[in-house]
């Protein structure tokens, strides 16, 4: 497709449980975010992939958490034994960075709820 | 690590009138990036800075990349209901050049 792709557009999972959020990226884009977002809260960034680079893992609230990225394609963000405090909004975008291609753009995101 | 200030955090104006917000940090940013989104949607880009002092529009919206490189406003002018939503700022700076810092976001509201 012609936008970032993410997959479920919703989840609902029982607390204690694994997830697994997908994320299909632009075409050519070599650059991966990860962000989650509260209801009514910003952007708060989890990791970053660059290419064969190693990602910035920097964001990552725990080692519950934990995203994979082959190349240039398909990114999978898990959450492993999910808390309430997990419920929140994934967002992923992806961007060229080559010269002036650094905007990001965004999928709809995966609205996770931790019941 | 790097963050940006963005404000106000909120806003609640009547249509018609014009609406200004701003981001400011302490280090020097090459690119500046302005963004909405709106409930249930990931954001989407409004305006791209590239230079110091750029002036850009889109429509009724204008953004400024600040001279000293540490700054960027974005005006709304005759506001109208569907610029609800969630402004962002997002920026790279020149300490790390790949990945967006981004601010937290201002809410606007407008009462038709």
């Known amino acids: 497709g012609a936008g970032v792709s993410q997959s479920p557009s919703n989840k609902v999972t029982e607390k204690g449980k694994d997830v697994e959020l997908r994320c299909d990226p632009i075409?050519?884009?070599?650059?991966l975010y990860w962000y989650r977002q509260r209801l009514g809260q910003g952007l708060e960034f989890l990791i970053y992939f660059q290419g064969n680079s190693a990602p910035d893992k920097s964001g990552l609230p725990s080692d519950r958490f934990s995203a994979e990225r082959t190349g240039e394609s398909v990114s999978t963000l898990t959450i492993q034994r999910t808390q309430q405090e997990d419920s929140a909004v994934y967002l992923c975008a992806s961007s060229l960075t080559i010269g002036s291609g650094v905007e990001a753009f965004f999928g709809q995101g995966t609205r996770l709820t931790v019941v | 690590g790097q963050q940006l200030n963005q404000s106000p955090q909120s806003m609640f104006i009547q249509e018609g009138e014009d609406v200004s917000m701003n981001c400011t940090s302490s280090?020097?940013?090459?690119?500046w990036l302005w963004y909405k989104q709106e409930p249930g949607e990931g954001p989407v880009l409004l305006i791209a800075?590239?230079?110091a002092g750029e002036l850009t529009s889109n429509g009724r919206l204008t953004a400024q990349f600040g001279i000293t490189r540490k700054d960027s406003f974005l005006n709304i002018s005759a506001s109208i209901p569907s610029d609800v939503g969630i402004y962002f700022c997002a920026g790279l700076y020149a300490g790390n050049n790949r990945k967006l810092i981004w601010g937290l976001g201002t809410s606007l509201a407008v009462n038709p």
């Open positions: 280090s020097i940013f090459n690119t």
């Open positions: 800075l590239y230079k």
């Open positions: 075409s050519g884009h070599t650059a």
